[in-house]
């Protein structure tokens, strides 16, 4: 069973998404919002994200919003290092702002600003070892930075008793399809 799930998939940019009023924001809360409700069902307690903007911040407002049905969840953000959204437009860091206050836990792994890319690499092992599951919006076909943390996942899943779920691109399309039938019904 899940108690602590780690999300995460593509930063907004690599999927082509620069405003909050982007289609394709709904379809992947959509599904991100399926999958949670079926985890939540049997008995997940913990969200985690590490705050990117994107499919992980996303997550985080599906979660909150979820709260009201399922009082138990609990979301944790877990940055890869202090001030990640210093440089952030001022939109991108209110939103983060918004999902800081609502967490029930915040920290950085690492104590400092940004260094360099071993921060990342440091965040993805911390942020595995410390979770049951990972649900991560990636494809295979369409590498981009999620490509690390899933890798990563695949040798937890082969060594360890842990769960990798994926939301792709055919997922994304099924549930595009299905609100379209929804409103042709109308």
Do not use: C
């Not at 079926?38 to 008995?43: A, I, K, M, V």
């Not at 919003?65 to 939109?91: G, H, M, S």
């Not at 410390?130 to 943390?149: A, F, Q, R, T, W």
């Amino acid at each position: 069973m899940l108690k602590r799930l780690l999300v995460t998939g593509y930063k907004a940019h690599e999927l082509g998404v620069f405003n909050k009023k982007h289609p394709g924001i709904h379809f992947i809360k959509q599904a991100l919002e399926n999958q949670l409700i079926s985890l939540l069902e049997d008995g997940l307690e913990w969200i985690i994200i590490s705050g990117q903007l994107g499919v992980e911040i996303w997550a985080a407002e599906v979660a909150i919003e979820l709260r009201l049905e399922y009082p138990q969840l609990q979301l944790a953000v877990i940055t890869p290092f202090i001030d990640q959204e210093k440089n952030w437009n001022e939109e991108k860091q209110e939103d983060y702002h918004y999902i800081l206050a609502e967490a029930d836990f915040v920290d950085s792994i690492t104590k400092i600003p940004y260094e360099g890319p071993w921060q990342f690499r440091e965040k993805n092992k911390f942020l595995l070892r410390n979770s049951d599951g990972l649900l991560i919006v990636y494809d295979s076909e369409k590498e981009g930075s999620p490509k690390y943390i899933y890798e990563a996942a695949l040798k937890e899943v082969e060594f360890e008793n842990y769960t990798l779920l994926t939301i792709n691109s055919y997922d994304l399309q099924v549930i595009a399809e299905e609100e379209q039938m929804k409103q042709w019904d109308q």
